[in-house]
């Protein structure tokens, strides 16, 4: 008998920083009673990041590298919670000092990751602001990231950027940085719904 094929939908499920698409066997959610996630608390969470760009001849942008779910390193944008009474650029500029070791200056924002996942207990709406940084000072590093979640730190071109970053979103924010260092400024907003258990997302 033929696999039936997925329904309708099933592809192009955009998947969040540090997550992972969400794919359910429908089966198995027969086996498990799942509460509406209507019926759970809703929190919201915000963080901040993004390219901190040197001045080279060939702009390079400081990137890091996370170890997923599945053990497997991934290059990534550096982001983080804001903590206190943080702005969002404040957060930026202190999330990427830490784990690259760069300290840069904001010159624009470039767009927000707005998305929506469900855990064990709660609903959250995550909104992650990226912001174009200039780099002023700092040795690349991720001796100083508090949480040791980063293992590498590397300059990456920004030409080569799009195609080394492992996430989509990511990889438009990228895409926006780039216009707005070649004088074409764009912004761009990411917005889906996510329903899976919590991802190590920053």
């Not at 993004?50 to 390193?73: E, K, S, T, W």
């Not at 009474?85 to 784990?99: G, L, M, S, W």
């Not at 195609?163 to 707005?180: G, K, Q, T, V, W």
Request: glycine share 8%; with cysteine; charged share 25%.
């Amino acid at each position: 008998m033929p696999t039936p094929a997925p329904p309708p939908g099933r592809q192009g499920i955009p998947t969040p920083p540090g997550g992972h698409a969400l794919w359910v066997d429908p089966d198995e959610l027969r086996q498990v009673h799942v509460s509406p996630s209507a019926s759970l608390p809703v929190s919201e969470e915000i963080s901040a990041g993004g390219l901190v760009v040197d001045d080279d001849d060939v702009p390079r942008a400081a990137v890091i590298a996370r170890r997923n779910r599945g053990g497997r390193l991934e290059w990534c944008l550096p982001k983080g919670h804001l903590e206190g009474d943080e702005t969002p650029e404040e957060a930026a500029v202190r999330e990427i000092r830490e784990e690259t070791g760069i300290q840069g200056t904001v010159e624009s924002h470039v767009g927000t990751i707005d998305y929506w996942f469900t855990g064990d207990d709660r609903r959250v709406h995550k909104v992650v602001h990226h912001f174009l940084l200039r780099a002023v000072g700092g040795i690349l590093t991720v001796e100083d990231d508090p949480d040791q979640e980063a293992e590498a730190a590397a300059w990456i071109p920004l030409d080569e950027l799009e195609s080394r970053l492992a996430y989509p979103n990511e990889r438009r924010i990228a895409h926006a940085a780039h216009e707005a260092l070649r004088g074409r400024p764009t912004w761009t907003h990411v917005s889906s719904s996510i329903t899976t258990h919590r991802a190590s997302d920053a």
